[in-house]
């Protein structure tokens, strides 16, 4: 059966409920780490949705600022159905446009999906740290996401078995 053609565009509040309806299988099968729904809408902004044409969201995904030039990939979800048409791709390349405007010539993502990261040009950051300086700074961040890409003890309890790849822009 042929998927009819999605549209991405920037999420709204009332996607928030269909946001966490993507996420939560994947939070059950600790795929994504889970995220309070206060914390989502307080994040709607750097969210994208991927919607057919009847207005059903298939897709989301998130581009997160970590410094002047990095930001992260974050929450990228499909619904099992709609996976393999293309709307992780397209989620993706929205949020490196976003990126892109917003100055960012870096993205990293904490992940399982090696092989859909990999096919978009991330690589495995291996041991890949940053300067001293640029890690006093970060350091400071309160951010989950900053502490994985920092790779800090504290984070690897909830991120075993995923894999810190970036790109550059």
Known sequence: MTQPPITVRRARTPDVPKIV?????LVARRILL???RV??????QEFRVAETSDGTVVGCGALHVMWEDLGEIRTLAVGEEWLGH??????LAALESDARELGLS???CLTFEVS????????DMGAESVDPELYAELVRSHDEG??????LARVKQNTLGNTRM???L
Request: aromatic residues 16%.
């Open 146 to 151: 900053v502490a994985e890409f920092l790779d």
């Open 106 to 108: 870096r993205l990293f």
């Open 86 to 91: 293309g709307v992780g791709h397209a989620l």
């Open 21 to 25: 309806d993507l996420v939560e299988p």
């Open 34 to 36: 889970g995220k309070e």
């Open 166 to 168: 970036l790109k550059v």
């Open 116 to 123: 859909f990261f990999g096919r978009h040009g991330f690589e």
């Open 39 to 44: 914390d989502l809408y307080g994040a709607v």
